[in-house]
């Protein structure tokens, strides 16, 4: 489907498929839906990772690490938590409604629409659908048509796994976004940056419809003098150039202790080459930048400083860049102004801890927050001054690596969470019920109200 057409097609089929499956129990539902996306993602494994290769050269185990096996782990995590997630509450009942019962019961929204970005252009599709489908919806999804070829396994996945339309995938640009966005859902899920965000979410608005927003961010390493430089260094390197730094959750810029500048920066330019070698132009385990767009975005950024001490060629031919070192940058620096998303890694130092923190918290909330130290005390502390959505103490990226971990951001950074329990919590609301006898009748509510107000009067005291 990729003409404007197939949009009111696709969101009515959705509508449908989700009344029709009304009847069914959440129980059986969500499990159900489970099984079959995970076996169609399954039968095609082998085209996800060629598909992912073709968009931007994804190199395969890239694509395993961080597409598929974070697909999997999330449908067994959902699998978990749906055992207990449907199962009514039973709340406590105010006295005055003697004999009734006070209950809290999960509902799915209905019919959710997803839209997804193009740099996990797999995983950041299929984990929200997951999470939808698992909480008893029905979902359209608009992948990124930047990963025009993982889109299109994507709609093969979903069409055949859920014929009766429970799955339906609309393929375009940000026309075809505005022309859904006409249409009412009961919650939309974005996935993107920040400028597009708001506009979702002025659409939203006109339709009252709840949004969650998963947006980017500048994420900080801060490395202390108390790190351990060679694993600072090592995985912040993997952290930036993994799916060539294009990752919300990437470390975006390294804060470092001025005493152990040098030595964090040699410790870095040591990690690149042991994993990428001399000429990480050449390397396949680099992935490619997703177009010509964003590739003269970054190279733009590279001739716009002097610090660039290792790194940075670029191929326009094959859209590679190879990861950049830059430092002597100032916090006024074109590099510190916007999300890098790209591997390009500026090196700022800090004085004082105060200094640090008055920096970081003085602009937008980020996704992640990174801390290196060997002091547990010191880096939770620092953790602790930071806000962020998330993030890690010795490592970068990992909190995104667990399913049992709420994901999202805060401020500027998006909100709402989702995976595993968050996403099944996501995709519902709760449901207030009270179950009332027949008897005894409470005379007290109705009027005439003459002669009760000395029993109301004890009844606010008791
Ligand atoms: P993108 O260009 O693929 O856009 C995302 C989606 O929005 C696509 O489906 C696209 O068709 C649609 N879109 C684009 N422009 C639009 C417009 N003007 N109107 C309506 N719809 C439009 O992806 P992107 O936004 O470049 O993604 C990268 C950004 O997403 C980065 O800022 C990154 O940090 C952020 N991101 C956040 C997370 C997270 O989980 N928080 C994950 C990945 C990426």
Same mark, same amino acid.
């Not at 918290?361 to 959505?389: C, H, I, K, M």
């Given at each position: 489907m990729r003409n404007s057409e197939a949009v009111p097609r696709a969101v009515q089929i959705a509508r449908d498929a989700f009344v029709s499956q009304q009847s069914v129990s959440e129980t059986q539902k969500g499990p159900d839906?489970?099984?079959?996306?995970?076996?169609?993602?399954?039968?095609?494994?082998?085209?996800?990772?060629?598909?992912?290769?073709? +968009?931007?050269? *994804?190199?395969? @185990?890239?694509?395993?690490?961080?597409? @598929?096996?974070?697909? /999997?782990?999330?449908?067994?995590?959902? $699998?978990?938590?749906?055992?207990?997630?449907?199962?009514?509450?039973?709340?406590?009942?105010?006295?005055?409604?003697?004999?009734?019962?006070?209950?809290? /019961?999960?509902?799915?929204?209905?019919?959710?629409?997803?839209?997804?970005?193009?740099? /996990?252009?797999?995983?950041?599709?299929?984990?929200?659908?997951?999470?939808?489908?698992?909480?008893?919806?029905?979902?359209?999804? *608009?992948?990124?048509?930047?990963?025009?070829?993982?889109?299109?396994?994507?709609?093969?996945?979903?069409?055949?796994?859920?014929?009766?339309? @429970?799955?339906?995938?609309?393929?375009? +640009? $940000?026309?075809?976004v505005q022309e859904l966005l006409s249409h009412r859902f009961d919650h939309i899920f974005y996935t993107g940056n920040s400028v597009v965000g708001k506009t979702i979410m002025k659409s939203a608005a006109e339709q009252l419809t709840p949004v969650t927003l998963e947006l980017g961010g500048k994420n900080p390493a801060v490395v202390t003098a108390k790190a351990d430089m060679r694993v600072a260094a090592q995985r912040i390197a993997w952290g930036k150039a993994f799916n060539a730094g294009q990752t919300c959750v990437a470390p975006d810029y390294v804060l470092v202790d001025g005493a152990v500048h040098d030595e964090f920066v040699g410790e870095l330019r040591a990690a690149f080459v042991r994993m990428y070698g001399e000429k990480p132009l050449n390397s396949a385990d680099m992935a490619r930048i997703i177009n010509d767009r964003h590739f003269n975005r970054l190279k733009a950024l590279l001739d716009g400083t002097q610090g660039v001490i290792w790194g940075g060629s670029c191929d326009p031919r094959t859209r590679a860049i190879s990861p950049a070192v830059v430092t002597d940058l100032s916090w006024d620096d074109q590099l510190m102004k916007e999300e890098i998303f790209g591997p390009l890694l500026p090196i700022l130092r800090y004085q004082s801890r105060r200094e640090l923190v008055e920096r970081v918290n003085s602009r937008s909330r980020p996704l992640a927050v990174y801390v290196f130290s060997t002091s547990n005390t010191e880096a939770r502390q620092l953790f602790a001054d930071l806000p962020s959505g998330g993030g890690c103490i010795n490592d970068v990226v990992l909190q995104v690596a667990s399913s049992s971990l709420p994901f999202g951001g805060v401020g500027e950074s998006g909100f709402g969470r989702y995976r595993g329990l968050y996403s099944l919590r996501a995709f519902t609301y709760e449901r207030a019920l009270v179950n009332h006898r027949i008897w005894p009748e409470l005379r007290l509510r109705y009027p005439p109200y003459e002669g009760k107000l000395r029993l109301m009067r004890w009844l606010l005291g008791s």
């Amino acid at each position: 489907m990729r003409n404007s057409e197939a949009v009111p097609r696709a969101v009515q089929i959705a509508r449908d498929a989700f009344v029709s499956q009304q009847s069914v129990s959440e129980t059986q539902k969500g499990p159900d839906a489970l099984r079959r996306l995970s076996r169609a993602v399954r039968e095609h494994e082998n085209e996800i990772v060629s598909a992912l290769q073709a +968009d931007f050269g *994804k190199p395969e @185990l890239e694509s395993l690490a961080s597409e @598929l096996s974070v697909f /999997y782990q999330e449908v067994r995590e959902l $699998k978990r938590c749906l055992k207990r997630f449907f199962r009514p509450q039973r709340r406590p009942t105010p006295q005055a409604f003697f004999r009734s019962t006070s209950t809290v /019961y999960r509902e799915p929204f209905g019919t959710v629409l997803v839209i997804a970005p193009w740099n /996990y252009p797999f995983q950041l599709s299929v984990v929200p659908v997951a999470g939808a489908l698992a909480a008893g919806n029905s979902v359209v999804l *608009k992948p990124s048509e930047l990963a025009s070829n993982v889109a299109g396994v994507l709609e093969k996945i979903l069409h055949s796994a859920f014929p009766e339309g @429970l799955a339906r995938v609309v393929q375009g +640009d $940000k026309q075809v976004v505005q022309e859904l966005l006409s249409h009412r859902f009961d919650h939309i899920f974005y996935t993107g940056n920040s400028v597009v965000g708001k506009t979702i979410m002025k659409s939203a608005a006109e339709q009252l419809t709840p949004v969650t927003l998963e947006l980017g961010g500048k994420n900080p390493a801060v490395v202390t003098a108390k790190a351990d430089m060679r694993v600072a260094a090592q995985r912040i390197a993997w952290g930036k150039a993994f799916n060539a730094g294009q990752t919300c959750v990437a470390p975006d810029y390294v804060l470092v202790d001025g005493a152990v500048h040098d030595e964090f920066v040699g410790e870095l330019r040591a990690a690149f080459v042991r994993m990428y070698g001399e000429k990480p132009l050449n390397s396949a385990d680099m992935a490619r930048i997703i177009n010509d767009r964003h590739f003269n975005r970054l190279k733009a950024l590279l001739d716009g400083t002097q610090g660039v001490i290792w790194g940075g060629s670029c191929d326009p031919r094959t859209r590679a860049i190879s990861p950049a070192v830059v430092t002597d940058l100032s916090w006024d620096d074109q590099l510190m102004k916007e999300e890098i998303f790209g591997p390009l890694l500026p090196i700022l130092r800090y004085q004082s801890r105060r200094e640090l923190v008055e920096r970081v918290n003085s602009r937008s909330r980020p996704l992640a927050v990174y801390v290196f130290s060997t002091s547990n005390t010191e880096a939770r502390q620092l953790f602790a001054d930071l806000p962020s959505g998330g993030g890690c103490i010795n490592d970068v990226v990992l909190q995104v690596a667990s399913s049992s971990l709420p994901f999202g951001g805060v401020g500027e950074s998006g909100f709402g969470r989702y995976r595993g329990l968050y996403s099944l919590r996501a995709f519902t609301y709760e449901r207030a019920l009270v179950n009332h006898r027949i008897w005894p009748e409470l005379r007290l509510r109705y009027p005439p109200y003459e002669g009760k107000l000395r029993l109301m009067r004890w009844l606010l005291g008791s």
